[in-house]
């Protein structure tokens, strides 16, 4: 017999059938006295053995006792009661099922029910409790408090304000034909709105004087994933092609861009990883990159070269440029074309691991290619580009370095005579050039050659830079900045063109100072005077306005105002003091609201978490909804005084910690953020932060990631303020790391502070449980107690939320 707590009574009716003739018995055997009541006075945990039912050898035919519950000398009932007989067991424990003997429990194991009545009428509700078989109630009590309606709910308010999220632009592409500049590319926003897929669409644009309005050439409404917008051609036929999950498709124009073709579609038997389009008397030239068998049925990536003289209705058989023989992996095909002259030059493999330079011609329009020659030595190359001048050819291309730390270097090398012999490799690059990436090239139809590439320095900023050959490729100049507003942390994909009169260039950057905000962009600058000098960079229409999302609201009430935190991705003052927008996941804010007026209107916005340390307060709509509270706010707020706690990703030491902002004056200026979550040796991680206040006591709690080389912990830790956040107590953690914890909530009254969260595997059972701590010291210490546990392995409980009523 197992007994929780204190007394149970037994009673026995046993009906036998002997040899001789049947039997009753009613006694039980306890100490060797017989007895037909048994009561037993137990510990909790403690099994009674002593008392047993002794009968002849015979068979049972009919066997029941009664058991009886009742109170010890404290008033106290025995709970989660079992008792068995020869293997069978009779219990009385479970969700619902209380002390045997006096029920102070509903069904649901609760021990209060509410029941709400929606007319004046009043109405009916059921509220269930469960009793013993055959008990008999002697007693019964139930305490009845009503309390008055709560009245009918306002209309919602909208309590965010609208922001500029910007849209993901990169991937330019650009030709240039005396005055005129046509550029396309790839942009998560079709000018009117962002589709929350993120899926992107191919946009164009003209610049005569200036840039006309953008367009979208292709929305995407099939979801394919695209990707290398190229354009290629003059203003008086212009192409683009992009690829579109493994597919090749484009459109054409004959009026510089005014109206364009449907889409059309490259058939093609394989799926297509890379490409190059070029256009040479309104005919259009492709190189492919596309993963196809050999005749043995062996896969590998190879080099095709297919051309329409039809606008893309039909296209030549293509032809195989790279030999799989020589080299595998042939990728990153890059062409340009002159007369019946067609270059092009790719990555291939000749050892199966580090990636050379390969280059072929056709001096019959792509009838037939010459061998595919290395250009590179063995160092691996991780990009190339080929411009062409009559004769006059320069393949570029970026290598690794000789030094250890994995950088890489820009090289070329360049012909005189169609491509037949090359001069020997020159590094273009230079030691200002701590890393390169992204090189394209171009020429003027004279003897300016032109590479640009990504330059990161030695202080780790990004820059674009153009360098010059004025001899057709033999040497190369210095190279120069263009982008001309200093350092920024994302600049690149530059890509570049030329005529006799000036040289353009477009790339990608975040730069903020002309009032766009801190998504990617596509700017553009012009160079008259061969590259020495360029003008003021210029955005090209890809800034557009996408309203921003808002996500995970906290509110706070305190003398007469409505305060109110939440997460937002957009840039609230993209003119002004621009906070910048999460376009890249990187940099969501947290902004502050205020109402006189219960909700009815609100004062301007202000950033809290816009700082000179900002780092990235992350996107609640990446992730599923169980998620959002990692990554909320949350306000507290006592007469005047108005705290915020949030949860932010810090880039330099690579963990989320918890900051924390104050306002002494009702939400009209804020302190200086300061972080409060704790670093160490070990790698920590803080989430979930929640606050509250009384005075200028404060305090807060959060969920710690722990880990070391032993393992990893997930702990409740609390931290007080007796200052309004001057200075904080030293943290102190709540939970023992027994099993996960998640997400705490917090609360302050009659001197005590509450504490709830939900937690996985506390006691080794696998479920998750609700828990409760309170601490009568500020924090210093607290008392746990699982206060929910689910009544089945399958069952779980997430999220409890706590208030008090002082």
């Not at 320095?457 to 100049?477: F, K, M, P, Q, Y």
């Not at 000036?502 to 766009?516: E, H, N, P, R, S």
Request: hydrophobic fraction near 30%; include cysteine; charge should be negative.
């Amino acid at each position: 017999m197992n007994i929780r707590v204190t007394s149970i009574t037994l009673a026995l009716l046993l009906i036998l059938n002997s040899v001789v003739l049947a039997e009753t018995t009613t006694q039980f055997t306890r100490d060797g006295e017989e007895t037909s009541e048994v009561a037993l006075y137990l510990e909790e945990d403690v099994t009674d053995d002593r008392t047993k039912v002794e009968f002849p050898n015979a068979e049972v035919l009919d066997a029941s006792y009664v058991v009886s519950g009742g109170a010890d000398q404290d008033g106290n009932y025995a709970e989660d009661v079992s008792v068995t007989i020869s293997g069978t067991t009779w219990q009385y424990s479970g969700e619902g099922y209380g002390p045997l003997g006096q029920q102070d429990k509903f069904s649901d194991g609760a021990s209060k029910r509410s029941a709400s009545f929606s007319n004046g009428d009043g109405g009916e509700s059921s509220l269930k409790l469960l009793l013993p078989v055959n008990a008999t109630i002697t007693d019964a009590e139930v305490t009845l408090a009503g309390l008055p309606p709560a009245g009918e709910l306002g209309d919602y308010q909208l309590t965010s304000e609208n922001t500029n999220g910007g849209s993901y632009s990169t991937y330019p592409s650009v030709v240039i034909d005396g005055s005129d500049t046509f550029a396309v590319w790839q942009d998560d926003g079709n000018i009117e709105n962002k589709d929350i897929s993120n899926l992107y669409k191919i946009l164009f644009n003209s610049r005569g004087s200036s840039w006309d309005d953008p367009t979208v050439l292709y929305n995407n409404d099939n979801n394919y994933v695209l990707s290398e917008p190229t354009i290629a051609g003059d203003r008086d036929y212009l192409a683009v092609s992009w690829l579109s999950s493994g597919n090749l498709q484009g459109m054409y124009s004959t009026n510089e861009g005014s109206s364009w073709s449907d889409v059309i579609t490259y058939d093609s038997e394989y799926y297509i990883y890379y490409h190059d389009l070029e256009v040479e008397d309104e005919e259009l030239y492709l190189t492919l990159s596309i993963y196809a068998p050999n005749d043995d049925g062996e896969y590998d990536y190879k080099i095709y070269f297919s051309k329409s003289y039809d606008n893309g209705a039909t296209w030549t058989t293509p032809l195989e440029v790279s030999d799989s023989n020589t080299a595998s992996r042939n990728m990153y095909p890059k062409m340009d074309v002159d007369g019946s002259d067609v270059h092009i030059s790719w990555l291939g493999s000749p050892s199966g691991t580090d990636l050379s330079i390969y280059y072929s011609t056709s001096s019959n329009g792509g009838s037939s290619f010459s061998t595919g020659s290395q250009l590179s030595g063995t160092a691996n190359t991780i990009d190339v580009d080929v411009t062409v001048d009559g004769d006059s050819i320069v393949v570029s291309w970026i290598e690794a370095g000789t030094s250890t730390d994995g950088t890489y270097v820009v090289k070329a090398r360049s012909s005189a005579n169609g491509g037949s012999s090359f001069n020997s490799e020159i590094t273009v690059s230079s030691a200002d050039d701590a890393d390169v990436n992204a090189v394209r090239s171009t020429n003027d139809g004279g003897n300016n050659f032109y590479i640009s590439w990504t330059r990161t320095d030695n202080n780790d900023n990004l820059n674009i830079v153009v360098a010059r050959s004025a001899n057709s490729g033999t040497s190369w100049n210095s190279a120069v900045e263009i982008d001309g507003v200093g350092d920024d942390e994302q600049r690149g994909l530059a890509f570049i063109d030329a005529d006799s009169s000036k040289i353009v260039a477009l790339w990608v950057d975040v730069y903020d100072g002309d009032g766009a905000s801190s998504d990617p962009d596509i700017y553009c600058s012009y160079s008259s005077n061969d590259g020495s000098s360029w003008s003021n960079l210029e955005e090209i229409g890809s800034d557009q306005y996408y309203e921003a999302d808002s996500f995970a609201p906290a509110l706070a009430y305190s003398n007469d105002y409505v305060y109110a935190v939440y997460w937002d991705g957009g840039d609230n003052d993209p003119e002004g003091d621009t906070n910048g927008n999460d376009v890249m996941n990187d940099d969501g804010d947290i902004f502050f609201r205020r109402s006189a007026d219960d909700g009815e209107n609100w004062d301007d916005v202000i950033v809290i978490s816009n700082s000179d340390t900002d780092g990235m307060t992350y996107d609640p709509p990446s992730y599923s909804s169980y998620y959002y509270a990692y990554y909320r706010s949350d306000i507290a707020a006592s007469g005047s005084n108005v705290y915020v706690v949030w949860s932010n990703y810090d880039y330099d030491n690579a963990q989320y910690e918890i900051r924390f902002s104050k306002s002494t004056n009702s939400g009209n200026t804020w302190s200086d953020v300061s972080i409060i979550s704790s670093s160490s040796a070990n790698t920590i991680n803080s989430y979930g932060p929640t606050i509250t206040a009384n005075g200028n006591e404060v305090y807060v709690a959060w969920q710690e990631y722990s880990s070391d080389t032993t393992g990893f912990t997930y702990n409740i830790v609390s931290r007080h303020s007796s200052n309004s956040g001057s200075s904080w107590d030293s943290a102190t953690t709540v939970t023992d790391s027994d099993g996960t914890h998640y997400i705490p909530e917090i609360a302050y009254g009659n001197d005590v502070v509450h504490l709830t969260w939900h937690a996985y595997n506390t006691d080794g059972n696998a479920q998750y449980t609700i828990e409760y701590a309170s601490s009568d010291d500020d924090g210093d210490s607290w008392e746990l107690q699982t206060i929910h546990s689910p009544s089945s392995s399958g069952a779980w409980s997430w999220f409890p939320n706590i208030a008090t009523d002082e």
